[in-house]
């Protein structure tokens, strides 16, 4: 006994080093072994009262507390902020697919911002979370007036609860067959990543990417689920180099998966950003896709996976290559004129856009973060034919193959 007393003196006296998650677990006794003055000497009583038993369970509790703590801040480092919903939560269900995706828009909108930041360091985003009092909420990350981009903006959002009238209908115009209850409701789940970047140097194109997952459940129990998305990219000046690159990577990556998907895909993202009333393309294309709910859950999820890491190796070299280029101003009104193309899609056309703006709840601000800082409508311009001008309207009135 003697012995015994002497080694927990010792122990007192010189305690082992512990992290900071254990050291504030210390700061009150564990359930059943009752408290003592001065959270380190808690343990002589621990001892006392349960015994060995007591001590290991202290020592287990604490272990995990520092590997949970480890973990945190690792995914803190990862991420621009913490998840929308929450750390433990997307631990406790990281077997889910829901849970995984929500990863997936978190990594992606970290290495994007960060890979952006590094092209323009003297500009920083500003992230801004935000809650939905229905359900859910998102983070946008901002970088407004740099060197390099006017405006970039990433954003992440995780939505749910009950869909409007209005995004229903647009969603059964595309074919969806959704069996509300009898009260009308239609619960459902929506995340996504979405970037539109808008540079500063005419000659470096607009990006816009965007990647979403959707979950619907009918008033049977059934539900429906399937992904959407796609990159594209938007030059003011056609650079036939600059647009295989892009197409080439993108290409890679659908090949990897399916050699059929780059085609489809690229058709529908000609026809899918297509001003009508303009009869030209927003930009030249990438890929695009909606509603996609096969082969297999799983196996989408790999495909969209792809496609996101894919984001900065498309476009992050072009950056690069053109940013310090010199421009005329007669350059940058091109750049002008054409963004007001831009804003003329995203606020006539754009599915996203109008999804958001018919979902109760969502944030407007973050919905326009797309449109640029500054854009221009002229009366009647025509560009003089065999001008650079000229070149880019051909191909965006005439979409062509980049890569075979």
Request: include cysteine; aromatic fraction near 10%; proline fraction near 5%.
């Amino acid at each position: 006994m003697a012995a015994a007393a002497q080694l927990l003196r010792g122990a007192a006296r010189a305690p082992p080093a512990l992290s900071a998650a254990s050291r504030r677990w210390l700061g009150s006794a564990p359930p059943g072994v009752p408290a003592v003055r001065g959270g380190r000497r808690w343990a002589l009583a621990a001892a006392g009262a349960l015994g060995g038993l007591g001590l290991g369970l202290w020592r287990r509790r604490a272990s995990m507390a520092a590997a949970e703590e480890e973990e945190e801040e690792e995914m803190r480092r990862r991420f621009m902020a913490p998840p929308v919903s929450g750390l433990r939560e997307l631990r406790r269900r990281r077997r889910e697919l829901g849970s995984r995706m929500e990863l997936l828009i978190m990594e992606t909108q970290a290495e994007v911002c960060r890979a952006l930041a590094a092209l323009d360091p003297g500009a920083s985003f500003a992230v801004d979370t935000w809650e939905r009092k229905e359900g859910g909420g998102g983070i946008s990350c901002v970088l407004q007036d740099g060197e390099v981009f006017e405006k970039a903006g990433v954003n992440v959002s995780v939505v749910f609860g009950q869909l409007s009238e209005e995004a229903a209908r647009q969603m059964r115009s595309r074919g969806k067959a959704l069996k509300a209850t009898e009260d009308g409701k239609l619960p459902f789940c929506a995340m996504g990543v979405s970037s539109v970047i808008h540079p500063k140097n005419p000659h470096v194109p607009t990006m816009h990417f965007n990647y979403r997952y959707f979950e619907i459940e009918e008033a049977d129990g059934t539900k429906q689920w399937w992904f959407g998305g796609g990159t594209d990219l938007t030059p003011t000046y056609l650079n036939e180099e600059d647009a295989v690159h892009f197409h080439k990577t993108l290409k890679e990556v659908c090949d990897k998966h399916d050699l059929k998907l780059y085609p489809k895909y690229k058709k529908w993202c000609d026809d899918y950003f297509h001003i009508k009333h303009r009869g030209e393309r927003r930009g030249i294309g990438g890929i695009f896709f909606d509603d996609v709910d096969s082969p297999s859950k799983e196996e989408v999820f790999q495909f969209v996976q792809s496609c996101a890491k894919a984001v900065v190796p498309s476009y992050v070299p072009i950056v690069k290559k053109h940013c310090h280029d010199s421009y005329t101003p007669e350059e940058k009104l091109w750049q002008q004129l054409r963004r007001g193309r831009y804003v003329e899609f995203n606020l006539v056309y754009d599915r996203g856009t109008k999804f958001g703006l018919l979902t109760p709840g969502s944030r407007i601000e973050s919905i326009l973060m797309s449109l640029p800082l500054t854009a221009r409508w002229e009366y009647m311009n025509t560009p003089s034919e065999s001008s650079k001008e000229a070149e880019i309207l051909e191909v965006l009135r005439n979409p062509k193959d980049w890569v075979h």
